[in-house]
T-cell receptor, first 117, second 114 residues
Framework: NAGVTQTPKFRVLKTGQSMTLLCAQD?????MYWYRQDPGMGLRLIHY???????AKGEVPDGYNVSRLKKQNFLLGLESAAPSQTSVYFC????????????????FGAGTRLSVL | QKEVEQDPGPLSVPEGAIVSLNCTYS??????FMWYRQYSRKGPELLMY????GNKEDGRFTAQVDKSSKYISLFIRDSQPSDSATYLC??????????????FGKGTKLSVIP
């Protein structure tokens, strides 16, 4: 059982280049999330999805786009990378059991370390 | 003021010590309270979660929630070097339109010295 898998693990980009980060989960979770983690800033939500074909903006969405074409995959795109997007990116997925409140236990991938020069 | 406040540390303790990690929050809409552990260069992993005020114990770990004071704690008994990690508190809430989110503290870095 792999859980949440992120690809790639490391990447170095030049300013202006584009790339896509892939997240795959095998737990049949409805919800998926993309975060960035920066020193002193904690985890900040970029975009999220409540189901296949749906996406929504989080706290820091500018400069990123996402797609959820399949339930198990959630893609994060950088169209024109900037040095401010140097960060560690985490994908997470979760389920919610109806009638039990907003439990929202999220399971995280190992992260993608991105440097933009 | 951020919704969740957590002292970033770092916190350094000798092996065998009792560790207390804390978070305060301001949003009464938070429903579940969680603690995640994150080892260096790894993703966060869930340690414990609680819903109601009171204590919940799991081995050497005890999570405590005081909703009246908007204060949560994680206690680690008989701390081990393998407990050295960053501990993140997280709180869940319903954000509308069928979506649920977590708000995280910034994390406390803990080092347990042999």
């Amino acid at each position: 059982n792999a859980g949440v898998t992120q690809t790639p693990k490391f990447r170095v980009l030049k300013t202006g280049q584009s790339m896509t980060l892939l997240c795959a989960q095998d737990m049949n979770h409805e919800y998926m999330y993309w975060y960035r983690q920066d020193p002193g800033m904690g985890l900040r939500l970029i975009h999220y999805s409540v189901g296949e074909g749906t996406t929504a903006k989080g706290e820091v969405p500018d400069g990123y786009n996402v797609s959820r074409l399949k339930k198990q995959n959630f893609l994060l795109g950088l169209e024109s990378a900037a040095p401010s997007q140097t960060s560690v990116y985490f994908c997470a997925s979760s389920y919610t059991a109806s009638g039990k409140g907003a439990k929202n236990i999220q399971y995280f991938g190992a992260g993608t370390r991105l440097s933009v020069l | 003021q951020k919704e969740v406040e957590q002292d970033p540390g770092p916190l350094s303790v000798p092996e065998g010590a009792i560790v207390s990690l804390n978070c305060t929050y301001s949003n009464s809409a938070f429903q579940y309270f969680m603690w995640y552990r994150q080892y260096s260069r790894k993703g966060p992993e869930l340690l414990m979660y609680t819903y109601s005020s009171g204590n919940k114990e799991d081995g050497r770990f005890t999570a405590q929630v005081d909703k009246s004071s908007k204060y949560i704690s994680l206690f680690i008994r008989d701390s081990q070097p393998s407990d050295s990690a960053t501990y993140l508190c997280a709180m869940s809430f319903y954000s509308g339109a069928g979506s649920y989110q977590l708000t995280f503290g910034k994390g406390t870095k803990l080092s347990v010295i042999p």
